[in-house]
């Protein structure tokens, strides 16, 4: 996405944004005052994060996003500071540095960069690589939650999380078929919903 000069003062100044994410390793349910966790990884924009924070007030949300200029776009969404919504501008490579095992319900993943060569699948969100780390993170009934619209992304991560420790409970082929006034449309689905099917997978940790 385009590069906006203001981004980076635009985030420092923010109430909202966590500079020092591993401080609050292990504290994040007290620091939100909420007992369950969820976490967008590569949050984009905001919409999905912010716009869910608002319909489950009782839960804490946190957004992940590692593109400096989205971040921004995305603070500037929050228009009060929520004491339920926070924001780690960062990669999601060092998760496991930010939150102490079993800490987080629930893992969104929403419209991942799909990496189609074979040389930068690692970068995957769904890639093995990502996926231990979730393992530790996630509580002992911890959730992934993924949508997107790319078939091969999608049928890469039934495999991944099979092969890595999750069971697959929900599996949907053409999610927006159907009204679901319970998820919020993120901004790459109002895309690309119009064009096809938005595919969905819930897992859990296996026991
Ligand atoms: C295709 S966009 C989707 C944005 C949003 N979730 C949506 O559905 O509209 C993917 C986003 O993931 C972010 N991302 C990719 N890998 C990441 C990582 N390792 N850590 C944090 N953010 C990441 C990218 O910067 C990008 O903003």
């Known amino acids: 996405m385009r590069r906006l000069k203001w981004a980076k003062e635009y985030i420092e100044k923010s109430e909202d944004v966590i500079m020092n994410p591993n401080e609050y390793k292990g504290k994040w349910s007290s620091f939100l005052n909420r007992e369950r966790i969820h976490v967008e ?30 971040c921004a776009l995305s603070l500037r969404k929050v228009e009060e500071t929520r004491e339920n919504v926070k924001f780690i501008y960062g990669d999601a490579s060092v998760i496991d540095e930010w939150f102490a095992d079993g800490e987080i319900d629930v893992i969104h993943l929403n419209f991942s960069d799909p990496w189609p060569k074979r040389r930068t ?28 619209d790319n078939r091969k992304l999608f049928e890469y991560s ?12 929900e599996i949907d082929l053409d999610f927006r ?20 099917p938005i595919y969905r997978a819930i897992w859990k940790r296996r026991a």
């Not at 039934?158 to 697959?168: A, D, K, R, S, T």
């Not at 078929?177 to 690309?192: A, M, R």
């Open 41 to 70: 990884i590569g949050s984009g924009k905001g919409d999905y994060w912010i716009g869910m924070a608002a319909l489950y007030p009782e839960s804490g949300w946190i957004g992940v996003e590692k593109n400096e200029s989205a």
């Open 121 to 148: 699948s690692k970068r995957r969100l769904s890639n093995e690589r990502f996926i231990k780390k979730y393992l530790d993170i996630l509580k002992e009934d911890g959730e992934i939650r993924m949508k997107t």
């Open 158 to 169: 039934i495999i991944e999380f099979q092969n890595n420790g999750f069971e697959l409970i």
């Open 177 to 196: 078929s159907e009204q679901h006034d319970e998820d919020v449309i993120t901004e790459y689905e109002s895309k690309f919903m119009e064009l096809g």
